[in-house]
């Protein structure tokens, strides 16, 4: 009995069987008893070795690692065993429960004793414990697919439940509402007379808003440069000291000088502060002289003759600077970009030349395929396009850069007459504004096209002949318009509201009733004018006539304008 017990100990410590040698026994070597019991257990063993396997796999917190010392030291995880095991989710058991289960080893050793003591190893107990095992791998299993904490979604409660809002004591941050759309683009312009200025005895070829559009200038056949109140319409001054007709007129930039061009073959300056002449005129071309333009700056002068020569020249001296053998027939088009650094120049010979002032050199050469005369020339308000006008009922808007023609506006006529016109602006209140070209007609119409789609926005009718200038400025919230023709008339406009025109026209309509009540009383048909400023003026002179109009207003008689001229103060 106690050999038997001393065997059964040492097959417990060393269930494996070892030969005195030190080498395992074979199973040929084993005994038949030992054979019968190992076949009889080795399935159950291996599914109970399965299972323990599967509910408790080797994790790293266990482990027990080498610090860098050398020395055996915790883990980096040094969380608690069971802690770890009881965070874990259902169905998975603690080391501690693991390891107080019978090992398989242990089922092995209790079952050799048994039969050594001649017991009945208990079957039904073992079957139990392996379906308890199956269970308990099936409960981990569906643990591992489904947690138990995770429930199936379901759409239709989602849909009608309401949206948990993570902060329920704070009201939601306010979304500011979008911006309002910009309001439409108008589709036409709405110029509406508002004075019409008579003083020149002949037609008048040049028309110009001053810098800041407190005043307008005209200058015509007769020689003369006359300078209007834009507000009121009145005469401020009348320039004379040309031989010859006046062809172009340009304001400095200061807005105190006036530069006129006449057939004289002269170039003079006109001070509008003091009412006084230039004392030194500008003399150096040899032929007619068409158009001249002052640069940003005020300190230099540009201008263009039938001699066929650009001449730069220095406006203290009056001298020139340099001369520019620019086309070969004669130049009838100047103009000075915004910063001073290019001149833009054109003539019959279908040519328009892009000049830099500094060096004097033709940096771009633009010609349409057509090669119509070219008569006018005009810089964009940034600088980028040139606005161009060819004897064949054309406006074209070119880019001199890459030297193409992205624009073409037709509507007018203009097959003989040299007609200038330039740039405007207009759009709804609190609108980006857009862009429109303005040009006269040989047909006596002002013809307005949106420089985009080419739409012609408005044509305005009034002149008795063709119209030789056109100008646009702002002054303040008014958008203005200028006109001249060969009927010797100078057109002011202003642009209204749709809403306006009726009130404007009953005005117009009380005062043109008043009007004619006095014109009956006074036995006289000359419209009413403003007082002359105080210019010493001669003593047989009389007050120029200035008249505000409307649509319904009268054409004025040519006789009246002979009555109505008043020679100023000029040089």
Known sequence: MDGCNHRSKRRRLDPSPVRPNGFIQSPTESSSDELAAGSEHEAERRRASWSIQKAVPPK??????????????????????????????????????????????????????????????????????????????????????????????????????????????????????PPPPPPPKPDKLNYQQKFLLRGHLRGVAAVRFSPDASMIASGGADGAVKVWDTQSGRLIHTFEGHLAGISTISWGPDGATIASGSDDKTIRLWNVLTGKAHPIPFVGHHNYVYQIAFSPKGNMLVSGSYDEAVFLWDVRSASVMRSLPAHSDPVGGIDVVWDGTLVASCATDGLIRIWDTATGQCLRTLVHEDNPPVTSVKFSPNGKYVLAWTLD????????????????????????????????????????????????????????????????????????????????????????????????????????????????HGQDGDQDQDQGQNKEENGDDAPTAPEEPQTNPPPDAQPNGVTPTGPSDAEPQDTEMGESDTPGTGG
């Open 393 to 504: 009922d054309c406006v074209r808007l070119w880019n001199y850069v890459d030297g193409r023609c992205i624009k073409t506006y037709q509507g007018h006529h203009n097959r003989k007459y040299s007609l200038s016109g330039g740039f405007g602006v207009y759009g709804a209140p609190g609108a980006p504004p857009e862009a429109f070209a303005v040009s006269g007609s040989e047909d006596g119409a002002v013809l307005c096209w949106d420089v985009v789609n080419k739409k012609i926005l408005q044509r305005i009718e009034g002149h008795a002949g063709v119209v030789l200038g056109v100008d646009t400025a702002s002054l303040g919230e008014h958008r203005l318009m200028v006109s001249c023709g060969i009927d010797g008339l100078v057109r002011v406009y202003e642009e209204r509201e749709e809403n306006e025109d009726k009130e404007v």
């Open 60 to 177: 790293r917190p266990y482990r027990r690692s080498r610090s860098y010392s050398g020395s055996e030291s915790p883990d980096e995880l040094t969380m608690d065993a069971e802690d770890y095991w009881r965070s874990r989710g259902r169905g998975r058991k603690s080391p501690s429960e693991v390891s107080a289960e019978p090992s398989s080893e242990q089922y092995h050793d209790e079952d050799e004793d048994a039969e050594e003591e001649g017991e009945e190893p208990a079957e039904a107990e073992d079957e139990d414990a392996g379906a308890e095992g199956d269970a308990e791998d099936v409960e981990i299993e569906d643990v591992e697919e489904i947690p138990a904490d995770v429930e199936e979604p379901d759409a239709a409660a989602d849909a009608d439940a309401a949206p948990e809002q993570p902060y329920s004591d704070r009201s939601p941050t306010p979304v500011p509402p």
